[in-house]
């Protein structure tokens, strides 16, 4: 599957499942994705691979369906992003010491 078909089976199945998300939720769609961000940083913390893993997707589906509910083409976005991204120096933002 592609980004835009994980995009739309996420959203599908969240819909399914009780979850249905508007634009006016997008504070408690990015809390609970901040939730997952969290989680895999206590999974790294604890050197639990398995549960890493298990969060860094667990990241992607809040991400995909976000991106569903707001109609936006992740995709095409990472792609434009990623060609902004090419373009900038290496370590950009650090500050010089």
């Not at 599908?12 to 508007?22: E, L, M, Q, V």
């Not at 707001?70 to 792609?79: M, P, Q, R």
Request: hydrophobic share 35%; proline share 2%.
């Amino acid at each position: 599957m592609n980004i835009k078909e994980w995009q739309r089976t996420i959203t599908d199945w969240a819909i399914s499942k009780g979850f249905n998300w508007t634009p006016e939720d997008v504070d408690t769609m990015l809390l609970r994705l901040h939730s997952e961000v969290s989680e895999a940083g206590e999974e790294a913390r604890d050197d639990d691979l398995e549960g890493f893993k298990e969060e860094l997707a667990d990241i992607a589906i809040r991400l995909f369906n976000i991106a569903g509910v707001f109609g936006v083409d992740l995709e095409k976005e990472i792609e434009k992003k990623m060609k902004v991204n090419k373009e900038r120096p290496r370590l950009h933002g650090r500050k010089k010491k």
